[in-house]
């Protein structure tokens, strides 16, 4: 669905880990021909360049100068997805002069004209966002989900300890003290729980399409 060149739309998706966030957000991406914005990507490009370059999380000087460069190209990186990158990108998350960082080059890409943010803070971090939708999901659900993601690429992996590290990890994001995971004020919540991706769909296009009558009327829609 095209939109009037008139329409402006930021759309925020967060949520804990395999809550359905990433799946909305391309696919809101496709259906509205939104710039979408992985913020997890951004913290793993980090975190995979500290690594590389044998460099610690407060040079400072390397950070800014990493997150100067970071160009949409180079988050496609399948390299950034490794189990040494996601555990240590868990680590500097934490970092406040990382997320300050990071939160200027999502400030400058939300300034496009229509914008999807991903990630675990986007509600927080833009509160006034047209669309802000929280998921969830039981953590069985999440461990299932992302357990059939990792088998792919690691057999010796078990359920139990994936549903162990997903626990963990959204535990530590709801503690940290920049930028808590949390539901952002006046989000939607979205529980996945029991929904297919067809239901899902069908639910964040409504609550999409809600916003956008609300605001420009029935003809927000491109002839």
């Given at each position: 669905?095209?939109?009037?060149?008139?329409?402006k739309l930021?759309v925020?998706?967060?949520s804990?880990?395999a809550?359905?966030?990433t799946t909305?957000?391309?696919?809101?991406?496709?259906?509205?021909?939104l710039?979408?914005?992985?913020?997890?990507?951004?913290?793993?490009?980090?975190?995979y360049?500290?690594?590389?370059?044998?460099?610690?999380?407060?040079?400072?000087f390397f950070?800014?100068?990493?997150?100067?460069?970071?160009?949409?190209?180079?988050?496609?990186?399948?390299?950034l997805?490794?189990?040494?990158?996601?555990?240590?990108?868990?680590e500097?998350?934490?970092?406040?002069?990382?997320r300050?960082l990071?939160?200027?080059?999502?400030?400058?890409f939300?300034?496009k004209?229509?914008?999807?943010?991903e990630?675990?803070?986007?509600?927080i971090?833009?509160?006034?966002?047209?669309?802000?939708?929280?998921?969830?999901?039981?953590?069985?659900?999440?461990?299932?989900r992302?357990?059939?993601?990792f088998?792919?690429?690691?057999?010796?992996l078990?359920?139990k300890?994936?549903?162990?590290?997903i626990?963990?990890?959204?535990?530590n994001?709801?503690?940290r003290?920049?930028?808590p995971l949390r539901?952002?004020?006046?989000?939607?919540?979205?529980?996945?729980?029991?929904?297919s991706?067809?239901?899902?769909f069908?639910?964040?296009?409504?609550?999409?399409?809600?916003k956008?009558?609300?605001?420009?009327?029935r003809?927000?829609?491109?002839?």
């Amino acid at each position: 669905m095209k939109l009037k060149n008139n329409i402006k739309l930021l759309v925020t998706c967060d949520s804990g880990a395999a809550a359905g966030k990433t799946t909305a957000s391309k696919y809101l991406s496709k259906r509205y021909e939104l710039n979408l914005l992985t913020s997890g990507l951004l913290y793993r490009y980090v975190a995979y360049k500290l690594i590389n370059s044998n460099k610690k999380p407060d040079d400072i000087f390397f950070l800014r100068k990493i997150t100067k460069n970071i160009k949409t190209k180079t988050l496609k990186n399948n390299k950034l997805y490794s189990s040494e990158i996601t555990k240590f990108t868990s680590e500097i998350a934490k970092i406040k002069k990382i997320r300050q960082l990071l939160k200027s080059y999502q400030k400058q890409f939300a300034n496009k004209r229509l914008v999807v943010l991903e990630g675990r803070d986007m509600g927080i971090l833009f509160p006034n966002a047209d669309v802000k939708i929280f998921f969830k999901c039981s953590l069985k659900v999440a461990a299932k989900r992302r357990f059939k993601e990792f088998k792919k690429t690691n057999n010796k992996l078990t359920l139990k300890e994936v549903e162990k590290a997903i626990k963990l990890r959204n535990l530590n994001d709801t503690k940290r003290k920049n930028s808590p995971l949390r539901i952002p004020k006046g989000a939607v919540v979205v529980d996945t729980s029991k929904l297919s991706k067809k239901e899902m769909f069908r639910k964040v296009s409504k609550i999409v399409e809600e916003k956008l009558y609300l605001k420009y009327g029935r003809n927000y829609k491109a002839r």
